[in-house]
């Protein structure tokens, strides 16, 4: 009976030789730890960049998204659950696809960067490094759709091979985040000072779920964290809380609950905030903060008119946008 | 007026019949909502205050184990799978068995569970 631990989330869990990792796909077979999910996703789209969602990245371009099964948190309002909260051995849909197949297939969609994404690519760690050194070397970007659980080692060697990542904060509270993730704050916290010390383009999204997370003054001291620690500059995405998985007894979000969080962000000293989820509010768009001029504006996950230029400048004013424009 | 209950009489403990709260009454103001105490009632509900402690000692217990449990699982937790099933796929090619990075041999202080004892989900 070979037990092994694992070190690569906060979890660390202590495995015995048959049973797997709380992530479900990371299995202890004969005493040596096994990913079983490597080279077999179980979700394969190509989205908007917008979807993610990344703003001041590559925006409108489609962006090679996949997943596996599995994941290190267990939210009770996961809008992937049928996915992240499953086994290898229990989905249906399973497709093989090799990193170098998932480079061939991203660039003949017309794709210039790969997603993980969907579950939490974490726990499809093997993969996502594997295929994202490939993509690097053919000219590809890399994207990590995260709750950014994960260990300050396996992270920093990751950032090695990354361009951007969106991280889910929960909310500025561990009491919530064991309430609703199973998981705890502070992890989260290190790893994003991690991404942002690596040089990593960094956006944040909040999903703001009605008497959770959606006290104004948890709001402010989450801009202030991020404004001090990671940066003004740093957008941050208020996302709409639509109710499924284990979480249906709230209401979605009200529109001007996201007004006053964005407000509240903003007077923090956020100068991206966003709100998402919501289809065609004005706060989907980004806007100079210096003279408020219009840049990008969307509705939905589509840009409708664009008027940064090309190296990521206000029109009106020069001032510089900060991002990857290109 | 032989025999005629005393204006004022001793005070006694009666139950409401409605409820379950003692209260302390003149014997005289009785009626169909007052149930007098029967003469042995001290010994005759003892089983019930022995059984809340009872009760209240079995929910202490049950607590205590749980949480146990969840500060177990919070440090080093795993899940059961479905090992053959798991197998089966790895054979036919649906799932794989890469070595993960990330890991160590569990060394002797790290643990939850008994080693010696643990048996698998099949």
């Known amino acids: 009976m070979k037990s092994v631990t694992c070190e690569l989330c906060p979890r660390g869990c202590v495995i015995p030789e048959g049973g797997a990792g709380d992530c479900r796909v990371r299995v202890n077979l004969g005493g040596e730890l096994r990913a079983t999910t490597y080279g077999r996703p179980s979700a394969l789209h190509v989205d908007p960049m917008e979807k993610k969602p990344l703003y001041h990245f590559l925006p409108g371009t489609p962006v090679f998204s996949l997943a596996t099964a599995g994941c290190n948190l267990h939210c009770l309002n996961c809008q992937n659950w049928q996915l992240s909260q499953r086994g290898g051995e229990e989905m249906e849909a399973i497709y093989r696809a090799e990193p170098a197949e998932i480079l061939n297939t991203a660039i003949q969609e017309g794709c210039h960067s790969i997603a993980y994404t969907y579950s939490d690519p974490i726990v499809f760690y093997e993969y996502t490094c594997d295929t994202s050194t490939l993509a690097r070397a053919r000219g590809l970007r890399n994207v990590l759709i995260t709750a950014a659980y994960i260990n300050p080692k396996p992270l920093r060697q990751l950032c090695q091979v990354l361009d951007a990542a969106n991280v889910d904060l929960k909310a500025m509270d561990d009491a919530l985040y064991r309430q609703v993730t199973g998981g705890t704050l502070q992890p989260v916290l290190d790893a994003l000072r991690i991404l942002r010390e690596e040089g990593v383009w960094l956006e944040l999204t909040n999903l703001v779920i009605p008497t959770l997370n959606d006290d104004l003054a948890m709001i402010r001291r989450m801009a202030r964290w991020i404004e001090q620690e990671l940066g003004a500059d740093t957008p941050l995405h208020f996302s709409r809380f639509q109710p499924q998985y284990r979480m249906r007894n709230l209401p979605p979000t009200p529109a001007e609950t996201l007004e006053y969080a964005r407000a509240e962000a903003m007077d923090a000293g956020l100068r991206y905030v966003y709100i998402g989820n919501l289809m065609g509010h004005a706060g989907n768009s980004t806007y100079c903060p210096t003279d408020g001029t219009p840049l990008i504006a969307r509705t939905g996950f589509w840009i409708t008119n664009r008027r940064l230029t090309a190296d990521g400048r206000c029109p009106s004013c020069d001032e510089r946008i900060p991002g990857v424009w290109q | ?122």
């Open chain 2, 1 to 122: 007026m032989q025999g005629a209950p005393p204006i004022l009489g001793r005070e006694r403990e009666a139950w409401c019949a409605t409820g379950v709260r003692f209260i302390r009454v003149p014997s005289m103001q009785t009626s169909a909502r007052w149930v007098r105490m029967p003469v042995n009632w001290r010994t005759r509900d003892l089983p019930l205050p022995a059984l809340i402690l009872l009760c209240l000692t079995l929910i202490g217990l049950h607590l205590r184990l749980v949480s146990k449990e969840a500060a177990d699982a919070g440090t080093g937790g795993w899940r059961h799978i479905d090992r053959a099933a798991l197998e089966r796929r790895i054979e036919s090619g649906d799932l794989r068995d890469v070595r993960a990075d990330w890991y160590h041999p569990t060394r002797p202080d790290e643990g939850p569970f008994d080693q010696g004892s643990f048996g698998t989900s099949e």
